[in-house]
Structure formats: C-alpha cells, structure tokens
C-alpha cells in the first residue's frame, strides 16, 4: 500500500504546514508563479484599483491556479508548497498585508473540504511583474503515480 502525503502542523491555527513530506511514487508538479486578473473594469489599466486589495487580488489569483492546475490534473490538495510574493499595498499604510492574504488564504486550504495546508513562504518583493499586482503566488503540487494497467 502506498504511502500519503504527510502534512505536518505545528499550530493548528496556521495557515500553512510546517512541513510537509513526500513519500516515493509521486510526481511533482512545478507551477509558475501567477497574479491576479481584473476585477474593475472601469479602472485605469494596469493599477491597483483594477485587480483589487491583497484579499482581492489573493483570491484571482488562487482561482487563476485553480484553473491551471485542474488542466494538470491536481488540486489545492495536492499542492505541498507554495510561495507567496506580496507588495506594498496603498491600502495598508505602504505596508504589505499578510492578514489579508492569510484570509482569504484560509478559504482554499486548510477547510473542512480542502483540509490540507501546504509549507510556504511568504516574501515582501518592492514590485511584481505585472503592474498594480499585489499577490503573486506559485505552487510545487505532488499527486501519486497511477500505474496503467
């Protein structure tokens, strides 16, 4: 029999693992980092206003990976690690805003549907790529190997 993924929680609180271990017979699945998409199209292109806050723009952009992935064949949970890239927010005093994120964070991972959390780390970055984004995430999912008979 085939071993699980094993997600590790430190704090149950915590929006993410605090390891997570992956026994032989999977396959990984490296996924790009991702932003979000327009939620205001009656704002200047390519700013804040256009993609939303960091909750906002949290939950394009995790609904943009969900997409992603679902092509792939995995899901939230089977994503075992996951950075997140976060930017100053107007909003929030200049400041990124990691509760923000972590909130809406909370609603795809670690649920009584999806209850897996991946590790993660989350990282302030002065830009990102895509002008007015605030969120960028990517993800390492495993899923097991089915052998085809």
Same mark, same amino acid.
């Given at each position: +029999?085939?071993? @699980?993924?094993?997600?590790?929680?430190?704090?149950?609180?915590?929006?993410?693992?605090?390891?997570?271990?992956?026994?032989?017979?999977?396959?990984?699945?490296?996924?790009?980092?991702?932003?979000?998409?327009?939620?205001?199209?009656? &704002?200047? %292109?390519?700013?804040?206003?256009?993609?939303?806050?960091?909750?906002?723009?949290?939950?394009?952009?995790?609904?943009?990976?969900?997409?992603? +992935?679902? !092509?792939?064949? #995995? *899901?939230? *949970?089977?994503? #075992?690690?996951?950075? #997140?890239?976060?930017?100053?927010?107007?909003?929030?005093?200049?400041?990124?805003?990691? @509760? &923000?994120?972590? /909130?809406?964070? %909370?609603?795809?991972?670690?649920?009584?549907?999806?209850?897996?959390?991946?590790?993660?780390?989350?990282?302030? /970055?002065?830009?990102? #790529? %895509?002008?007015?984004?605030?969120?960028?995430?990517?993800?390492?999912? @495993? %899923? +097991?190997?089915?052998? !085809?008979?």
């Amino acid at each position: +029999m085939a071993q @699980a993924v094993i997600h590790n929680q430190d704090d149950a609180n915590s929006p993410f693992a605090g390891s997570v271990i992956v026994p032989p017979g999977y396959t990984t699945y490296y996924i790009s980092g991702s932003g979000p998409t327009v939620t205001n199209l009656n &704002a200047p %292109k390519d700013s804040i206003e256009s993609f939303g806050d960091t909750a906002t723009q949290t939950r394009t952009t995790l609904e943009g990976l969900k997409a992603k +992935m679902e !092509k792939l064949g #995995v *899901g939230f *949970g089977d994503v #075992v690690q996951a950075r #997140v890239y976060l930017a100053a927010d107007p909003m929030n005093g200049g400041k990124m805003n990691p @509760a &923000a994120m972590n /909130a809406t964070w %909370k609603t795809f991972f670690g649920t009584t549907a999806q209850p897996n959390k991946p590790a993660r780390a989350t990282i302030e /970055a002065a830009n990102l #790529v %895509k002008r007015g984004a605030l969120v960028e995430i990517e993800f390492v999912a @495993a %899923k +097991m190997v089915t052998p !085809k008979r």
